[in-house]
């Protein structure tokens, strides 16, 4: 098994910038790809940004492209994702979740394993 524990969530007002980060343990050796979704309250989660195993490629959703940024260090079994110039649309619980697979997949359903999500407030 794979555990994930999130951190970094908080509240901030819109402009400002956070960071998120994605812990692994366990069978780390099983995991691939990496990605972040979120989910806003009486919302479907969404997918956001997944990142390869060797970080070379990463695939952003439309809606935080040119505003986040997802990196790993698979060193310490970690993902990131850098949040700048933040919206009140981006409020959500956000999660992490690791595929075994190695093609970056955006549903949700595929996902292997997820974390327990942080919440991520934005006021205007």
């Known amino acids: 098994q794979v555990q994930l524990v999130e951190s970094g969530g908080g509240l901030v007002q819109a402009g400002d910038s956070l960071s998120l980060s994605c812990a692994a343990s366990?069978?780390?050796?099983?995991?691939?790809?990496m990605g972040w979704f979120r989910q806003a309250p009486g919302k479907e989660r969404e997918f956001v940004v997944a990142i390869s195993w060797n970080g070379g490629t990463t695939y952003y959703a439309d809606s935080v492209k040119g505003r986040f940024t997802i990196s790993r260090d698979n060193a310490k079994n970690t993902v990131y994702l850098q949040m700048n110039s933040l919206k009140p649309e981006d409020t959500a619980v956000y999660y992490c979740a690791a595929d075994r697979q190695g093609a970056i997949r955006i549903r949700s359903s595929t996902y292997d394993y997820w974390g327990q999500g942080t919440q991520v407030t934005v006021s205007s």
């Open positions: 366990g069978r780390t050796f099983a995991i691939s790809t």
